[in-house]
Each structure stands twice: as C-alpha cells, then as structure tokens.
C-alpha cells in the first residue's frame, strides 16, 4: 500500500508540476509533508538541501530520497518512476503535437501564458523556504526571539553580494553554508 501511495503522490506531482524542479516544490511539500505525514517540515527543508546539491533534477532527486526513507530501495524506484512517468507522457504527446501544429498562434500563445505560472510557484516556494528559514516551523511572527538573526545576516548579505557584483550563485551559496556552518560552530 506504501508503494502505491507513493507511486501515485509522486505520480501526481510529475503531472502538475509545470517549470521545472522549484517549481514541484509546494507540491512536493503538499504530499509529503501535508497529507501523508511522511516527512515534517524540518526533514522536508533538509530534503530540499540535499536534493539541490546532488547532480539531476531536484524534483526527481526528492522522490528518491523520500522513496528510499520510506520504503528502502524499492520505494525510490516507485517514487522516481511515478514522478518520471506523466512528463515522459506528456513531453512525447506534446512533441507529436508541437511537430505537426507548430506554425498555429494558438500554441505560440499557450506558451506564453504559461509563464506567469511558473513565475508564482517559484516565488512560493522561495517564500516557504525563507519563512522558515527565518522564523521556524511556527510561521511569521514579531516575536524577536522566534528570528533567527544569523539567517537574516547570512540572507541579507547575500542578496547584497548577488545583486552588486552579480557572481555566480553557488559561490554564494556555497560561501554562506560555509560561513553559517563556522557560525552555528561558535555559538
């Protein structure tokens, strides 16, 4: 029954995700976290972690990594097959597709709309990922003890460098594990 939940949440993730691995995130977060309790918000955080610095696609690595916590080897192979599945079904459909009706405006324009969409899941889940980063799994509060201050800097700073000199953002983010983990060290 595991194996089939799995299946069929990751299944479904595949299906709607629409822009790529952040993207899938809230819907990843939505089966894993929210409905069949396999993770908590914490664990799901650091499956984000690993999933991004591990080579392939996130979405693809976080249904690996659930399967493989919740079912052993033989769940990460049903995760990852459900979460491959609908795109390999939909990319080869939409292909025959694209091929014979490529010149039609009516395509060109189904594209376009599809941006603003991906647009907002991404903002989503970069929104989920800083609350609770700053503030922890109870949500935004004004209480100042609940602040992490130390991510608030590392955040800021960040930002800042990114958006002054414009580096390469796994230098900066590699450079604030590195400097957050001296930190969280020494305190």
């Known amino acids: 029954m595991t194996l089939l939940q799995l299946f069929i949440s990751f299944f479904q993730v595949g299906l709607f995700s629409i822009g790529g ?3 899938s995130m809230p819907l990843i977060q939505n089966q894993v976290v929210d409905l069949h309790h396999w993770l908590t918000l914490t664990e799901f955080t650091d499956l984000i972690t690993i999933a991004e ?3 392939g696609p996130i979405a693809i690595n976080s249904a690996t990594f659930v399967g493989i916590r919740i079912a052993g080897l033989q769940g ?5 097959i459900g979460c491959i599945l609908p795109s390999c079904i939909i990319v080869s459909t939409l292909a025959w597709i694209y091929m014979k009706y490529k010149d039609l405006n ?3 324009g189904t594209l376009s709309g599809l941006r603003p969409a991906v647009v907002a899941l991404i903002a989503s889940a970069g929104l989920s990922i800083l609350t609770l980063t700053i503030f922890g799994e109870h949500g935004i509060t004004f209480n100042l003890e ?3 201050f130390i991510s608030v800097f590392l955040f800021s700073i960040s930002l800042f460098i990114l958006r002054k000199w414009k580096p390469n953002p796994i230098v900066v983010m590699m450079g604030s594990g590195v400097i957050g983990g001296i930190i ?4």
């Open 21 to 23: 691995g952040l993207a």
């Open 53 to 55: 610095m591990t080579p």
């Open 76 to 80: 990460a192979i049903i995760a990852t």
């Open 106 to 108: 009516v395509i060109q």
């Open 146 to 148: 609940s602040i992490n």
């Open 184 to 187: 969280y060290l020494l305190v």
